[in-house]
């Protein structure tokens, strides 16, 4: 028996849930808005919108799952890996309330958080599976053999898929954040307009960097013919982007699937609220047989209810962790 409060403060949204006998009573999120005006998250901004918001999101978090400071078993927080500065708030607000309560403190890795996301609800996945973890920094297929024994077998080896959606964004001039209006515009065209090379990495993993550049050198020499043609042309060229990047995605999971044999098949983290992916996700599935497992888009963003997830499992372990520990920004999965 246990009811966790779960902070989650890596990057842009501060975010707090509590779950209890392992299941999520409340999460509550508070996006900042403030980088938008700068095309990209600003690291300081992000720290100083956390000091704002985590007060009054812990304060609604404990209020909509009727819960009292004096109830609480653990603390748990996202110790990395994300921005320093946002960290440390998280962190700090956590040590000081496990500390002032007399109650044991969890650290969580939030990019284990985002695979546990999918015991939040049913179905769930049966272990093992594998977990395809997709955002703005992290691109891995996870071997998931217990909720503590994680192994990556495949990753990037330099950009993430949620960067090469961004930049796309950003080259098309789309406002940040960019990856949801990429979506959106490729919903409306033609997938096939366009050809992107795919990439080729040994084994499992991958590699973004070449079509971020392939896409660049493509709007460069088509705007000198007509610099009209992203206007013109901006649903066919989302598509035609998108279909390539999840292309390169599915490809590698099949067949981290077909080696491992294992047909229970999940997707997580920012860029899993992908529709195109979501769906070419589903119709894989259909054809390889796969048991496939999508989390709700309000927990495939970041979000504390992931963390509180994470925690319960640690707690059912006693796994928690001391006082002296810090943030780590690159903190290993």
């Not at 320093?84 to 007399?102: P, Q, R």
């Not at 939040?120 to 093992?128: V, Y």
Request: net charge neutral.
């Amino acid at each position: 028996m246990s009811t966790i409060l779960a902070i989650e403060s890596s990057c842009d949204e501060t975010s707090a849930a509590v779950i209890s006998n392992g299941k999520i009573c409340s999460n509550i999120v508070a996006t900042q808005v403030i980088h938008q005006k700068y095309g990209g998250v600003v690291p300081e901004l992000a720290s100083r919108a956390h000091q704002q918001h985590i007060v009054p999101v812990v304060e609604k978090a404990l209020l909509d799952a009727k819960v009292s400071k004096k109830d609480l078993n653990a603390i748990a927080f996202t110790r990395g890996p994300g921005l320093l500065g946002a960290l440390l708030v998280g962190a700090s607000f956590a040590k000081a309330f496990a500390l002032g309560l007399n109650i044991p403190l969890i650290e969580v890795n939030h990019m284990q958080a985002h695979v546990l996301a999918h015991f939040i609800e049913a179905p769930t996945p049966s272990f093992p599976f594998l977990c395809l973890t997709v955002s703005g920094g992290h691109t891995q297929i996870v071997l998931v053999r217990s909720p503590l024994d994680m192994e990556i077998i495949g990753e990037t080896q330099d950009d993430a898929v949620g960067e090469a959606f961004d930049k796309t964004a950003k080259l098309l001039n789309l406002p940040y954040p960019g990856g949801p209006l990429v979506d959106k515009h490729a919903q409306q065209g033609n997938p096939l307009a366009y050809t992107f090379p795919l990439s080729e990495m040994p084994g499992l993993n991958y590699s973004f960097s070449g079509i971020k550049t392939s896409i660049l050198y493509f709007l460069q020499g088509k705007t000198k013919t007509n610099p009209q043609f992203v206007e013109e042309n901006i649903a066919d060229i989302c598509a035609s982007v998108q279909h390539t990047l999840i292309k390169m995605l599915l490809q590698k999971l099949r067949k981290a699937a077909r080696q491992t044999g294992i047909s229970d098949i999940a997707i997580a983290g920012g860029v899993s609220a992908n529709s195109g992916l979501r769906k070419s996700l589903l119709e894989l599935g259909e054809k390889e047989r796969w048991n496939v497992f999508i989390p709700r888009f309000e927990y495939c963003t970041d979000n504390a209810a992931m963390i509180a997830m994470a925690s319960h499992f640690k707690f059912e372990q006693a796994a928690f962790c001391e006082q002296t520990v810090s943030p780590l920004p690159r903190m290993a999965f």
